[in-house]
């Protein structure tokens, strides 16, 4: 099974400031035959379900500000926030869907500093 | 728009059994898994299992195995996560969201399960 671990736990950042967030997967979620990282991230707030930001690895969905970034390929992923706004306060998880069973990093919770 | 809506709050008793419902709609509902996530309180995204609306397959989280069943009826596009013999642990926030290869999305609203005495 495919374990995938972030870091760090929680981070507080001063607003207009960049915020970072790493993922590491136990195994390689880039499928070769079609050049893809199956890796995806999700800003939680409390109350609501997880919205997707990034697919692919670095795909920005629909509607996510351009402040949200994806980085990384095979086993390292980055998650880049530019310039943190105060709606931005919230848990943020990576995903594995690249193979069962599907495994969650552990969140990092990012705050105002 | 694809929707899923689930069942409402629930409240069991230690031992008993929870079945939440999903109900999808928007797209074509056999063509895609369902996905069950769960969040305890305080605690992080916990994925639980997937079920293949058009063949019945499932997988399951090895933690779960022997206590969860994740079945649908396609007639009614409506998906089920039933989980047994309930401790105070299970005590969470249970999502459904559809997605196979590709990322979880769009996700149901959410069903609080409680258990408590």
């Known amino acids: 099974d495919i374990v995938v671990t972030q870091s760090p736990e929680s981070l507080a950042v001063s607003l207009g400031e960049r915020a970072t967030i790493n993922c590491k997967s136990s195994q390689n979620v880039l499928y070769s035959s079609n050049n893809k990282n199956y890796l995806s991230w999700y800003q939680k707030k409390p109350g609501q379900p997880p919205k997707l930001l990034i697919s692919w690895a670095s795909t920005r969905e629909s509607g996510v500000p351009d402040r949200f970034s994806g980085s990384g390929s095979g086993t390292d992923f980055t998650l880049t926030i530019s310039s943190l706004q105060a709606e931005d306060v919230a848990v943020y998880y990576c995903l594995q869907y690249y193979s069962s069973p599907r495994a969650f990093g552990q969140g990092t919770k990012v705050e105002i500093k | 728009q694809v929707q899923l809506v689930q069942s409402g709050t629930e409240v069991k008793k230690p031992g008993a059994s929870v079945k939440v419902s999903c109900k999808a709609s928007g797209y074509t509902f056999i063509s895609d898994d369902i996905n069950w996530v769960r969040q305890a309180t305080g605690q992080g995204l916990e994925w639980m299992g997937w079920m293949n609306p058009n063949t019945g397959e499932t997988v399951y989280a090895q933690k779960f195995q022997g206590r969860l069943s994740l079945t649908r009826d396609t007639s009614i596009t409506t998906a089920y996560m039933e989980l047994t013999s309930l401790t105070y642990e299970d005590t969470a926030v249970y999502f459904c969201?559809?997605?196979?290869?590709?990322?979880?999305?769009?996700w149901g609203q959410g069903t609080v399960v409680t258990v408590s005495s």
């Open positions: 969201a559809k997605g196979s290869g590709q990322p979880i999305d769009p």
